[in-house]
C-alpha cells in the first residue's frame, strides 16, 4: 500500500471534520518553502530566478513552526530550491515530526547520501523523501541539466530505503515526454522499491527559460491517457502517492475545478497569492490569505490566461480529495479507481505505439540543453 493507513485514517478523518464543521475553504498540505536557492538549474524551474541576495534568505525553525500550527493542515510538504541545502533543516523536520504532521521532503537527493550518512534524519512514518525524478537516466540528467543526477539519486534512494525511510519520487512531465520511455521509468523507480511515485504536468512559470516545454491542456489528456492505459497484466502495478481521481484527472476521465486554498503557500516572503504557482502577492497571517484573496479571479472557470492549461496537483489534488469525501459517489469512485486501474483503451494504445517512431530527448529539444548550460553557469557565478 502506497500510503501508511494511519496517514490515509488522519487526512479522512481532517477532512470530514472540516466538512462538519462548514468550512468551505481548507488547507490539505503546506508548501512550506524555507528557502530558493537550488545546487540544479533547470531550465523549467521557475523558483530559482531571483536575485543572489534573495536566494541567501532562509526561513528559521521557529517560523517554520509557526507557520505550519497557523496553517493546521495535517501534511506539509517542503520544497524548494533544494531543502537540503538548509543548515536547519533537520532541526525543521524534528520539531514538525514531534508534531505529529506527515512531511514530504522534496529533494534532488544530491545531497541525500550525505545527509543520511551524517546521521541528520531518523525514520518515521512522518517523514518520506520525496525525489524529484524525471524520467530513466538520460531524460532526467536532460531534464535537470547536469550529467549524473541520475546517478547520484539513485544511491540516495537506495540508501534510504535500506535505512527505513519512507522515500517516494515526484516527477514533472512536459511537451516532449516520451510516454513509453515514463513507463519504463515507473518500473525502475518499483524495483527500486519507492513506497509511491507522484505525477505532474509542467506549469509555466513566467521566470522559467525555457517556455517550449510546457503543456497544454489537451495535450497533458492523451499523455497521461498513454501512459497510464493498457498496463501489462500484473506486470505494471505501479504505486502511486496521490489520488486515483486525481490521475483520472490528468487523463481526461474526470473534471475538477482548482482548489488553489488546498495547498496553500508559505516562504520567506510570508503567505503567497493565490497559490504555489502564482505569485500575486503575500499576506501576512494565513487567515489573511484566505478572507482576503479574490479567489474567483483564477481557477479556468475564471478565464484567467495564467490558470487555463494549469492541471498540477498542487492545485487539483486537493480537487480530487475534497470530491472523494463529498458524497458516495466520490468514495466508490476512488474505490473504484484503486481496484481497476488497469484502463483498457485501444486508441490510446496506439497513439502509444506510434510514439516508439517519434524523436524524443535530447536530440528533440537542442535549443533547451544551451539555455541550460548558460543557466548553470550562471548559478554557479552566483554562488561564488
Not at 536532460?142 to 550529467?147: L, Q, T
Not at 506510434?354 to 548559478?379: C, N, T
Request: aromatic letters at 10%; hydrophobic letters at 35%; proline letters at 6%.
Amino acid at each position: 500500500m502506497p500510503v501508511p493507513l494511519s496517514q490515509m485514517w488522519t487526512v479522512a478523518s481532517y477532512v470530514i471534520g472540516q466538512k462538519l464543521r462548514g468550512r468551505k475553504r481548507f488547507p490539505l498540505v503546506l508548501m512550506l518553502e524555507p528557502l530558493f536557492r537550488c545546487n540544479l538549474a533547470c531550465a523549467g524551474c521557475g523558483k530559482i530566478q531571483y536575485p543572489p541576495h534573495i536566494l541567501k534568505r532562509q526561513l528559521t525553525v521557529d517560523e517554520c513552526v509557526r507557520a505550519v500550527d497557523e496553517c493546521g493542515a495535517p501534511m506539509v510538504s517542503i520544497p524548494g530550491g533544494e531543502p537540503l541545502l538548509h543548515p536547519e533543516i533537520d532541526g525543521i523536520v524534528k520539531a514538525l515530526v514531534a508534531k505529529r504532521k506527515y512531511i514530504y521532503l522534496c529533494t534532488n537527493a544530491l545531497l541525500l547520501k550525505e545527509k543520511l550518512e551524517a546521521g541528520l534524519f531518523t525514520p518515521s512514518k512522518y517523514l518520506t523523501f520525496s525525489v524529484h525524478m524525471d524520467g530513466t537516466e538520460e531524460h532526467h540528467d536532460f531534464a535537470v541539466c547536469r550529467e549524473g543526477t541520475y546517478t547520484k539519486a539513485i544511491e540516495g534512494i537506495r540508501l534510504a530505503v535500506s535505512r527505513g525511510f519512507r522515500v517516494t519520487t515526484n516527477t514533472t512531465l512536459f511537451e516532449n515526454a516520451d510516454p513509453n520511455a515514463v513507463r519504463e521509468f515507473f518500473d525502475e523507480m518499483m524495483e527500486l522499491g519507492v513506497e509511491g511515485m507522484m505525477l505532474s504536468p509542467g506549469y509555466a512559470y513566467d521566470k522559467a527559460p525555457d517556455q517550449s516545454g510546457f503543456l497544454k491542456r489537451r495535450r497533458t489528456n492523451e499523455l497521461f491517457e498513454m501512459i497510464l492505459s493498457n498496463r501489462d497484466g500484473g506486470k505494471k502495478r505501479w504505486r502511486f502517492n496521490q489520488s486515483p481521481l486525481f490521475l483520472e484527472f490528468l487523463m481526461g476521465r474526470r473534471e475538477y475545478e482548482c482548489t488553489p486554498w488546498g495547498m496553500p503557500t508559505f516562504n520567506i516572503f510570508g503567505w503567497q497569492k493565490p497559490c504555489y504557482l502564482l505569485s500575486e502577492g503575500y499576506a501576512d497571517t494565513f487567515q489573511e490569505l484566505i478572507d482576503g484573496t479574490e479567489w474567483s479571479n483564477y481557477g479556468r472557470a475564471s478565464g484567467n490566461p495564467k490558470c487555463e492549461n494549469c492541471m498540477v496537483h498542487s492545485g487539483y489534488e486537493a480537487s480530487a480529495v475534497n470530491h472523494t469525501f463529498s458524497s458516495f459517489g466520490g468514495i466508490w469512485g476512488n474505490l473504484k479507481a484503486m481496484l481497476f486501474d488497469r484502463y483498457a483503451n485501444p486508441a490510446a494504445q496506439r497513439r502509444l505505439d506510434e510514439e516508439r517512431s517519434k524523436p524524443h530527448g535530447p536530440m528533440a529539444h537542442l535549443v533547451q540543453l544551451g539555455i541550460a548550460k548558460d543557466l548553470s553557469r550562471e548559478l554557479e557565478r552566483s554562488a561564488a
